[in-house]
T-cell receptor
């Protein structure tokens, strides 16, 4: 079965420091991986995706993620955190199985990022 | 591009009443729409997948008769919570996937609807 794990419930970082939010996945075949951010009482905003190509993916708001096939990881990173980056972050993998292939996403449990001034 | 709206953004209703939530893709045609439910500080739980013009596919444990989903056009899907009870109070989020191009490989999410059942 396909799955995504975000091992940290919360990540705390000081403003200006680099941040990493971890994600590991388990899929059969090549994964389609996504990162989304959610602010309180809002829907999800797309940050970036990996489908194919370069392992380092650059996304919105200065975020990037590195696809590592050997470690089955897709960690989200940013060189210098902002207080406004504080939010809930979700890693997801697209479910490529099933006869319909509807593009269903499987989400990790989410990681709260807290950036302190 | 690829904007998804939801209406209403929040709703309060009495126990036993029904509530309809609309999800619209504003600038693309959505062949598939997804409905999620989210409890505070938890992940999104997929409730059902709907394809335009056909019946929705519900995830295990989701009551079809309680959560009615209609996807009558390529830009509109509705979720009706029938005979709502306090335990149905939650944040409901929809997403849409398009026909081709960027919108085919991604899901675009609506802003969510906060339902409170008294």
């Amino acid at each position: 079965a396909q799955s995504v794990a975000q091992p940290e419930d919360q990540v705390n970082v000081a403003e200006g420091n680099p941040l990493t939010v971890k994600c590991t996945y388990s899929v059969s075949g090549n994964p389609y991986l996504f990162w989304y951010v959610q602010y309180p009482n809002r829907g999800l905003q797309f940050l970036l995706k990996y489908i194919t190509g370069d392992n380092l993916v650059k996304g919105s708001y200065g975020f990037e993620a590195e696809f590592n096939k050997s470690q089955t990881s897709f960690h989200l990173k940013k060189p210098s955190a902002l207080v406004s980056d504080s939010a809930l972050y979700f890693c997801a993998v697209r479910d490529l199985h099933g006869s319909s292939n509807t593009g269903k996403l499987i989400f990790g449990q989410g990681t709260t990022l807290q950036v302190k001034p | 591009g690829a904007v998804v709206s939801q209406h209403p953004s929040w709703v309060i209703c009495k126990s036993g009443t029904s509530v309809k939530i609309e999800c619209r893709s504003l600038d693309f045609q959505a062949t598939t729409m997804f409905w999620y439910r989210q409890f505070p500080k938890q992940s999104l739980m997929l409730m059902a997948t709907s394809n335009e013009g056909s019946k929705a596919t519900y995830e295990q444990g989701v009551e079809k008769d309680k959560f009615l989903i209609n996807h009558a056009s390529l830009t509109l899907s509705t979720l009706t919570v029938t005979s709502a009870h306090p335990e149905d109070s939650s944040f409901y989020i929809c997403s849409a996937r398009g026909l081709a191009g960027v919108s085919y490989n991604e899901q675009f999410f609506g802003p969510g609807t906060r339902l409170t059942v008294l």
